[in-house]
């Protein structure tokens, strides 16, 4: 089973039993510490708490009949525990305690591969922008030339966005991962001052912290996660984008991943298409549209509301499978990225000098201050881009510009990679910064 595949089963009802199955123990265990319940009905609880003990079709038949989520799961522990230990389980607690609870847990899972995945991305986008921080391009605003970049900068942009967002996952941890243990709607009425001392011991047994007001209606930490889910998402798409709008033919810097015998058309043999990048896209649009399913699953009535829970199930299930899809293909596309230099440089060059105006103004604008040698550059770009004479020809055509500068000043000048910036600077400050996570 790959990874893809492992993460799109975690939420399956077998998962999600023994996942409450799992929240069951830790209360029991809790309570029996706190000689709430006897310490051998906890043992007993806890040793036939698998989902392999228990009877699948006894429970599927009960859930048809009841439509209950939990409570035939629990009639089926009670019946293997027997009836020393059975009247013990689920003492003083609601279905959402254990539910939400038991959905936390498969998430933390999610969570943890997910990390890793990040840190996967980040250690294949560091070698990237180290070995692609010369290669000269050019850099684009409003789809139009702007001033030379390197491709290794582009990658130092998504490296800088990626390391804050796997923080935004680290930080979030404590107010996502907490054990819940109101009772029926929130209020400990059925387990009192004690309850919040079992809440706190059930935590400690999940590796959660402990829900600091157990009310029902609160599923704010949820939203956090997805949240963060769409904005790693978000910056994914990004991504994948810039390589789909690099690989038309058009511009040809780049070349996602394409596998021999890959067929792009039916009908067009020549098609190579950016196929891995389009379904990140894809993904990312999904996932982003769970984002306003969370923040109205926050509007619970009253003190507790199935509506809410459902939709919050959903949002998070399917935002945890999307963003596993959108990680695992990112890796797959830069690990294997083609990148043509060659091109770049071609692309550089096809306004003739104009991505150099900045250049030449500043320089210029020591001269003859920085407004003036603004006009002075604008005039002879604007006569090269409607006439067609090369911008060199253009420039030698302003006395201004003749009168300050030799012609061999001015074709240095127009060199792209002798203005760069801290390019450079930046695909190797981030490369190290994302190494320093690995």
Request: net charge negative; with cysteine; hydrophobic share 40%.
């Amino acid at each position: 089973m790959n990874e893809i595949e492992k993460v799109s089963t975690l939420f399956s009802r077998e998962q999600l039993f023994q996942a409450y199955l799992d929240v069951e123990v830790a209360l029991a265990k809790a309570q029996a510490k706190q000689n709430i319940i006897p310490e051998a009905a906890a043992h007993t609880i806890s040793r036939m708490a698998q989902i392999s003990n228990l009877n699948m079709d006894n429970i599927n038949q009960s859930l048809d009949e009841t439509g209950h989520p939990l409570v035939p799961l629990i009639w089926e522990l009670d019946r293997v525990c027997g009836p020393d230990a059975g009247g013990y389980i689920h003492w003083g607690a609601t279905t959402q305690n254990i539910t939400q609870t038991g959905k936390l847990l498969l998430v933390k899972q999610f969570h943890q591969l997910f990390l890793e995945k990040i840190l996967k991305l980040l250690s294949v986008l560091s070698e990237l922008a180290l070995n692609t921080k010369n290669y000269a391009l050019p850099g684009r605003t409003h789809g139009q030339h702007a001033v030379p970049a390197t491709f290794g900068y582009k990658v130092a942009v998504w490296i800088d966005e990626i390391i804050r967002h796997y923080y935004r996952f680290k930080n979030c941890e404590d107010r996502v991962f907490v054990t819940m243990l109101g009772g029926g709607a929130g209020t400990m009425a059925s387990v009192g001052m004690e309850g919040l001392e079992t809440q706190k011991l059930m935590a400690e047994e999940l590796g959660f912290t402990s829900m600091s007001m157990p009310a029902r209606t609160i599923g704010d930490h949820l939203t956090e996660y997805i949240l963060n889910l769409a904005m790693f998402a978000a910056t994914s798409s990004k991504m994948a984008r810039e390589i789909y709008t690099l690989m038309k033919q058009e511009f040809g810097e780049v070349e996602e991943p394409v596998p021999d015998g890959a067929v792009g058309s039916s009908t067009m043999p020549q098609k190579r298409n950016p196929r891995n990048c389009q379904d990140i896209v894809a993904w990312a649009a999904e996932l982003r549209t769970m984002v306003p399913m969370s923040l109205e699953a926050m509007q619970t009535e009253h003190e507790a509301d199935k509506t809410t829970s459902m939709m919050i199930n959903v949002a998070i299930d399917r935002s945890c499978e999307l963003a596993d899809k959108i990680v695992s293909s990112s890796i797959y596309i830069f690990t294997d990225l083609k990148v043509f230099p060659d091109r770049m440089r071609k692309n550089l060059d096809l306004s003739g000098g104009l991505i150099m105006s900045e250049q030449i103004m500043l320089e210029l604008g020591k001269k003859l201050g920085r407004q003036r040698a603004h006009d002075v550059v604008y005039d002879a770009a604007q006569y090269s881009a409607k006439t067609g004479v090369d911008f060199i020809s253009a420039l030698n055509e302003q006395a201004e510009i003749t009168q300050n500068f030799k012609s061999d000043e001015i074709k240095s000048m127009l060199d792209p990679e002798k203005y760069l910036g801290l390019c450079i600077y930046f695909a190797e400050y981030f490369a190290a910064e994302a190494k320093k996570l690995l």
